[in-house]
């Protein structure tokens, strides 16, 4: 378990390594009082995220060079084939629940800090 620190927020996250992991995702998981967010370490450029199966709405935040690069916010779960993709570039991506970046005044360009 890992923390990552936006605007002296800090989020308890799973952190996410594989690609098995990261297709899975949140899907079918909700958080809890162990984690409040998930991070997801990629290869750096474009990526894109959807909300296939999620149990609840989230923000995606993209991280490029420890920086908030891109927010989609309150993104829905989506039950079908045909989900909205959510696009980015950043070699790292952390979903938080829907609302948090309105809750906690995180904005594009905000510097991000990981502890282990």
């Known amino acids: 378990m890992n923390e990552v620190?936006?605007?002296?927020?800090?989020?308890?996250?799973?952190?996410?390594?594989?690609?098995?992991?990261?297709?899975?995702?949140?899907?079918?998981?909700?958080?809890?009082?162990?984690?409040?967010?998930?991070?997801?370490?990629?290869?750096?450029?474009?990526?894109?995220?959807?909300m296939k199966n999620c149990e609840i709405s989230l923000d995606i935040i993209f991280i490029k060079d420890m920086k908030v690069s891109v927010i989609h916010k309150n993104c829905p779960p989506c039950r079908d084939e045909n989900c909205q993709n959510y696009p980015g570039e950043g070699d790292l991506i952390l979903e938080i629940t829907g609302g948090d970046c309105d809750n906690y005044d995180i904005k594009e360009g905000d510097s991000v800090y990981i502890e282990a």
């Open 5 to 50: 620190k936006i605007n002296n927020n800090l989020f308890n996250v799973i952190t996410v390594l594989t690609e098995k992991d990261i297709q899975e995702g949140m899907m079918g998981k909700k958080f809890n009082d162990k984690f409040n967010g998930m991070l997801f370490v990629m290869e750096p450029g474009q990526h894109s995220f959807w």
